[in-house]
């Protein structure tokens, strides 16, 4: 901590919501505008088969990862993972489990789509939204899950006739005429009769949706001294498309849940949608996790790699333009914060979708832009992010929170510039934490000084006061007709700026955020 003058911004307005002890946890990631993102990669309808199965890559790897997942269930865009009602995961924080779940599942997205489709370049960058919800015990998580089963099995059974119903000739108005109306058995034998299709001949994972957990497998873990297998079971996470309304699969698999009864309509009731307060400044906060690992194993330099924060840059520019109610972003290191204005109705203000949404967009422009900046290094990890949403009543105050956050970029990089001097001097790690222990800003600028010649103002402004990114007008020049002379005309621009965040930048930025500094 750098221990300034602005750091009540945390103390005093930073609160974690945690989900209530003794609950399930629900997490499900629905796939923004993926209408379009199927219809841009072409994707076969009425189901892609190679999109469902990379849906299921992510949500193994996603099991995986965290192992107090208990189960999950996709169909079509989106994916419910369910937490054991124990779970202390981020001590259940609600922003960190939302953002790292969606942050993590867009990361696999990306890196594993050349494995489903490797005649397909990625032409937008994916990425999801995502809620938690809590049920109370083993029985509505039961129902839930048939919720979702029987939306897969209704929405397919829509779609299957629907698009049979284009491809025969007919436009897509009048194929919705043709259904309207009509009931499960109506559509059964429309396909049978008009397509000569049985509709349960169709492939389990268009119908039943898929299945995602731990199933015992008996696994060689060595072999004896006459050459024979030594086998033991173990949990492997598996998919499957099986019925999950039914009582037979949670008989068969008594380790996932336990048996319950079934009223699956009531579910929707225990989803509570936070909404930030009205006229309250919004900032969502987002940073790297396990990135000291995820940046040795890429060779980052030390102690400021300028070709990764210029990529965290990248991601941040691009960032404002997908969204517009972001008015101001600023980053050091491996996070960023993003500013969305007091007046925004963005998913109307509700919580989870912006932290989750923003996350997982930031964690897709990262990977998508990581060849342009790393053209010679392979992605060894997915990079992943967790995210907290922040609300401010007051521009003066979100002001002073960027102003903290600008602290701490200075005390955590003069640190950091003075203990990868050290060590790079022959110190060990441990000497330089040593030397460096109770020092303070002038003794760090006279160690650099003294024994490295360094004068510690001259390192390059994005590494001292990190990088701010916002809107300016400029002027271009329209194009002439006929021979005549063109005419300017404005636009916003996004730029790239490392400067002071104090009084001067504001007035001399007035459109950004006006009276902050009253």
């Not at 060689?220 to 009582?247: N, Q, S, W």
């Not at 342009?372 to 995210?387: I, N």
Request: proline content about 4%; charged content about 25%; glycine content about 4%.
């Amino acid at each position: 901590m750098a221990n300034s003058e602005y750091e009540y911004v945390k103390r005093e307005f930073e609160f974690d919501r945690c989900l209530p002890p003794s609950n399930w946890i629900v997490v499900r990631i629905d796939g923004c505008h993926f209408h379009r993102f199927s219809k841009v990669h072409a994707f076969e309808k009425p189901n892609d088969e190679n999109a469902l199965r990379l849906m299921n890559a992510c949500a193994t790897a996603v099991l995986e990862k965290f192992p107090d997942i208990a189960f999950a269930y996709g169909v079509s865009d989106e994916y419910s993972f369910i937490f054991r009602e124990e779970t202390e995961f981020y001590h259940r924080r609600e922003s960190k489990i939302l953002s790292l779940c969606v942050s993590y599942f867009t990361s696999v997205y990306v890196m594993k789509w050349k494995d489903f489709f490797p005649n397909k370049e990625l032409k937008e960058p994916p990425y999801f939204d995502a809620r938690a919800v809590c049920y109370p015990n083993l029985k509505t998580i039961r129902d839930y899950l048939a919720w979702r089963q029987v939306d897969c099995h209704i929405n397919n059974q829509y779609n299957t006739c629907f698009w049979m119903l284009v491809k025969s000739g007919k436009s897509e108005q009048e194929a919705q005429l043709a259904l309207k109306g009509t009931f499960a058995k109506d559509k059964n034998e429309l396909l049978a009769k008009q397509f000569q299709i049985n509709y349960d001949d169709e492939l389990a994972m268009f119908r039943k949706g898929s299945s995602v957990y731990r199933e015992k497998v008996e696994t060689t873990v060595k072999i004896d001294d006459y050459g024979e297998p030594i086998k033991r079971p173990r949990l492997k996470v598996t998919v499957a498309h099986v019925d999950t309304i039914g009582t037979a699969f949670w008989e068969n698999h008594p380790h996932i849940l336990r048996e319950g009864k079934f009223m699956h309509g009531f579910v929707k009731k225990f989803g509570i949608n936070h909404i930030f307060s009205p006229c309250n400044w919004i900032i969502v906060r987002i940073i790297a996790c396990q990135f000291d690992q995820f940046s040795t194993i890429h060779s980052f330099d030390k102690p400021n790699d300028e070709t990764a924060l210029r990529l965290m840059n990248e991601s941040a520019s691009l960032m404002m333009e997908q969204y517009p109610d972001i008015v101001f972003g600023y980053g050091f290191s491996n996070e960023y914060s993003f500013v969305f204005h007091e007046k925004s109705e963005l998913y109307q203000r509700r919580e989870s979708l912006i932290l989750s949404s923003c996350s997982s967009y930031f964690t897709s422009l990262y990977m998508t832009k990581w060849k342009e900046f790393f053209p010679y290094t392979e992605l060894m990890q997915t990079p992943h992010f967790e995210a907290d949403a922040l609300c401010y009543p007051k521009l003066k105050i979100i002001c002073e929170y960027l102003s903290w956050r600008q602290a701490e970029c200075h005390a955590g990089n003069q640190y950091n510039t003075c203990f990868w001097m050290l060590v790079k001097s022959g110190k060990s790690e441990k000497e330089a934490h040593e030397i460096l222990k109770g020092t303070l800003s002038k003794d760090k600028n006279e160690l650099l000084f003294q024994q490295f010649q360094m004068n510690y103002n001259n390192e390059p402004a994005m590494f001292r006061k990190g990088s701010c990114v916002y809107r300016r007008k400029v002027e271009e020049l329209a194009g002439a007709e006929d021979g005549g002379n063109g005419t300017s005309r404005e636009r916003w621009h996004v730029k790239v700026d490392h400067v002071d965040l104090g009084p001067g930048f504001w007035r001399k930025h007035p459109w950004l955020m006006t009276n902050c500094t009253q």
